[in-house]
T-cell receptor, first 112, second 112 residues
Framework: SQQGEEDPQALSIQEGENATMNCSYK?????LQWYRQNSGRGLVHLIL?????REKHSGRLRVTLDTSKKSSSLLITASRAADTASYFC????????????FGKGITLSVRP | EADIYQTPRYLVIGTGKKITLECSQT?????MYWYQQDPGMELHLIHY???????EKGDLSSESTVSRIRTEHFPLTLESARPSHTSQYLC???????????FGDGTRLSIL
């Protein structure tokens, strides 16, 4: 069964605006990761947040994790056209990074 | 960008053919993974390996097989391709622990 579910499924914003994407999951996790996938390419790791962390920053990215609600959000500030891609959350239940379970992804379009 | 390579990038082939998708990484990672991804959909883990001579089936049942004779090489084989095998196949590797997975650019397979 699918572990991560992203919301919304698609998001279209203007360059310079912020983009917020949400992910919910069903079972307990050791860590949650966000990946980006450009069209026709593989996934690129963006950020990892451990279950005992609540917030993490990396450049224009901010990730939050609420384990009580089993949800995470990814905020991209000051978006650029180059941020146009699909974004996936992935959960790692075991902590050994043995198996990640991916959601269906969010398609982000940033209009110049 | 991570040093993980998949060949071929695209393959169109007839039903019944034997196919091998190649995946190589130069990072010395012990853990390697194969995912299947249909357009606009989530990734499904079909095989993984924790090291040489270690292979396990993933969450999604697949008629493909894998081998891990060398650390850097994790090929996937379909003995007799069928149209239902048409999909994108992504290979990834990881150090394990809290380290991210690094992805190749995928093989887009089309079985006629």
């Amino acid at each position: 069964s699918q572990q991560g579910e992203e919301d919304p499924q698609a998001l279209s914003i203007q360059e310079g605006e912020n983009a917020t994407m949400n992910c919910s999951y069903k079972t307990s996790i050791n860590n949650l990761q966000w990946y980006r996938q450009n069209s026709g390419r593989g996934l690129v790791h963006l950020i990892l947040i451990r279950s005992n962390e609540r917030e993490k920053h990396s450049g224009r990215l901010r990730v939050t994790l609420d384990t009580s609600k089993k949800s995470s959000s990814l905020l991209i500030t000051a978006s650029r056209a180059a941020d146009t891609a699909s974004y996936f959350c992935a959960t790692d239940a075991t902590g050994a990074n043995s198996k990640l379970t991916f959601g269906k992804g969010i398609t982000l379009s940033v209009r110049p | 960008e991570a040093d993980i390579y998949q060949t071929p990038r695209y393959l169109v082939i007839g039903t019944g053919k034997k196919i091998t998708l190649e995946c190589s990484q130069t990072m010395g990672h012990d853990k390697m993974y194969w995912y299947q991804q249909d357009p606009g959909m989530e990734l499904h883990l079909i095989h993984y390996s924790y090291g040489v001579n270690s292979t396990e089936k993933g969450d999604l049942s697949s008629e493909s097989t894998v081998s891990r004779i060398r650390t850097e090489h994790f090929p996937l084989t379909l003995e007799s391709a069928r149209p239902s095998h048409t999909s994108q196949y992504l290979c990834a590797s990881s150090k394990g622990g809290y380290q991210p997975q690094h992805f190749g650019d995928g093989t887009r397979l089309s079985i006629l």
